[in-house]
């Protein structure tokens, strides 16, 4: 799977911004997104099956952000609302090697070999 992010940008507290992952290449993959902050170790954020029936996220961003897909399963969003700024991060989107929705993968940086090359998101205060 190919993967490329965009949508980032410099933003207020409080503020809204939605994130773009093009994906091409092998279908039937969970795509996740993650973020790493300065200094700290990359996260997970948010994960959508390929059907986009199921999805998941980390507590810290539950009820700010939702991780969609297009009908042609080509493009996943992740629309960041109430942003604060310690959601200031480089965010990558990521496709797991397997097919198939595994709630037990999908939350773990190990399940994906295939990453886009991040987009900075900077949240002032």
């Known amino acids: 799977v190919q993967l490329q992010a965009s949508g980032g940008g410099l933003v207020q507290t409080g503020a809204s911004l939605r994130l773009s992952c093009a994906a091409s290449?092998?279908?039937?993959?969970?795509i996740g997104w993650f973020r790493q902050a300065p200094g700290k170790e990359r996260e997970f954020v948010a994960a959508?099956?390929?059907?986009?029936?199921?999805?998941t996220y980390a507590d810290s961003v539950k009820g700010r952000f939702t991780i969609s897909r297009d009908n042609a399963r080509t493009t996943v969003y992740l629309q960041m609302n109430g942003l604060k700024p310690e959601d200031t991060a480089v965010y990558y989107c990521?496709?797991?090697?397997?097919?198939?929705?595994?709630?037990?993968?999908?939350?773990?940086?190990?399940?994906?070999?295939?990453w886009g090359q991040g987009t900075l998101v900077t949240v002032s205060s």
């Open positions: 990521a496709g797991d090697e397997l097919t198939g929705w595994s709630l037990a993968r999908a939350n773990k940086q190990q399940s994906y070999n295939s």
């Open positions: 290449g092998r279908p039937g993959s969970t």
């Open positions: 959508i099956s390929y059907v986009g029936r199921s999805t």
